[in-house]
Nanobody, 120 residues
Framework: QVKLVESGGGLVQPGGSLRLSCATSRTIFSTYDIGWYRQAPGKQRELVAVINSGGSANYAESVKGRFTVTRDDASNAVHLQMNNLSPEDTAVYYC??????????????WGQGTQVTVSS
């Protein structure tokens, strides 16, 4: 059963913008921290941005000021607005949901990933 569904990837020129979306269930949306990770060829997967159920967001230093993560209560979705993209942002972007239950048990889900390519 697919818990997180990404959309919005594609090809964009340097300096351009894209918006990624991660759709999920109401339960996950309202109780999980939802983040975006990315993995470029030959590199480890890295955290890009995360937003908790209260709406507080954190960003990787490399994307601060360019990327914005938001929650959409109406559609149970988390969006990642990416501006001023550079070729270094090229990667597969994954949506990730995580929560802790009973104080210590981590439950997490990954989306299938969406390709973002920044190239002229």
């Amino acid at each position: 059963q697919v818990k997180l569904v990404e959309s919005g990837g594609g090809l964009v020129q340097p300096g351009g913008s894209l918006r990624l979306s991660c759709a999920t269930s109401r339960t996950i949306f309202s109780t999980y921290d939802i983040g975006w990770y990315r993995q470029a060829p030959g590199k480890q997967r890295e955290l890009v941005a995360v937003i908790n159920s209260g709406g507080s967001a954190n960003y990787a230093e490399s994307v601060k000021g360019r990327f914005t993560v938001t929650r959409d209560d109406a559609s149970n979705a988390v969006h990642l607005q990416m501006n001023n993209l550079s070729p270094e942002d090229t990667a597969v972007y994954y949506c990730h949901g995580e929560t802790i239950v009973a104080g210590t048990i981590k439950i997490e889900y990954w989306g299938q990933g969406t390709q973002v390519t920044v190239s002229s």
